[in-house]
């Protein structure tokens, strides 16, 4: 940490990388059980709320050690056979989400995302401003294996303007994860920002895309703290003033994401709910990648923010055992 950090000025916050999650490693993890149950809920009358116990219980990867078991014990591929017993719904969908390795299901999310008619930029951006390096580095070369084309291909002929270069900067995967705070510089890139923005007749987008995408995201949270110092105004605020649409949703997920990542989600996952009808493909996204890592945080920050919990959010939102899985995901 820098000379210069005065720590009443400045707090970092506790463990940026270590969240509360409400799914978690079993202490003793009994496959030959789980798979006999599951096999048995998979019957001719399927037993969901024992599906939901034993698969919403349970870390991704200890589902996939559940999954390999299963094949060595009844020959059968257990994601075929949820499909096949559920080839439909929310439910189904959850499902699969569920048995897709973490890397291999975000390469699935960004496919889908690109390959529509319309391209859905709130999957890319909640996604790829959220990924840390080497898991950007993963899903690419996920994506390569999975569709024998690269991701930057994809996103330089889907998307376009500022919202692309911001994008294609992400996937260069070169933010520095050094942790390590400077003021001196945090300052000198406020100062810039200011200058490119609201000193300036029109914005120079690129000095606050290289910001955003290249400093560590302490130091992204200092810079915005400096900023503020120097021309009394939020960073977020000026960022409203000097962008729109995309572009302007991007710069603010990093600055989120950096800044408070539990509120950054809550807020991505009410995006979802608000509104006629739900996102359910992108809640199944936020739900499952999230639980393992810091729902327990953003379970709180939702209900700071939007007064009631997330919980009754859910369920006023979602129903049947689709809604029982959710919450079991979300330690409810
Ligand atoms: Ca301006």
Redesign the pocket.
Known sequence: MGEFIDEKYYTPRKNFFNGNPTVVKSEKLDLSQDVKDLHKALGFISNKQTIIDIICTKTNRERLELAKAYKTCYDRDLLEEFKRKFPKGDFSKLLIALMTPTYEYYCNEIYNALNRAGTDESVLMQILCTLSNNDINEVCQKYVKNYGKTLEKDLRSDTSGNLRKLLLSLLNATRDESMILDLYTARVDAMELKR????????DTSTFTRILCLRNLDQIRLISQEYEYITGNSLEKDLK??FSGDILDALLSILRYATHRSLYFARCIQSTIVGFGTNDKSLIRLIVTRCEIDMGDIKEAYEDKYGKSLKSAIKGDTSGYYCKALLKLIGE
């Open positions: 490119a923005g609201v000193d300036k007749w029109g914005t003033k000097e």
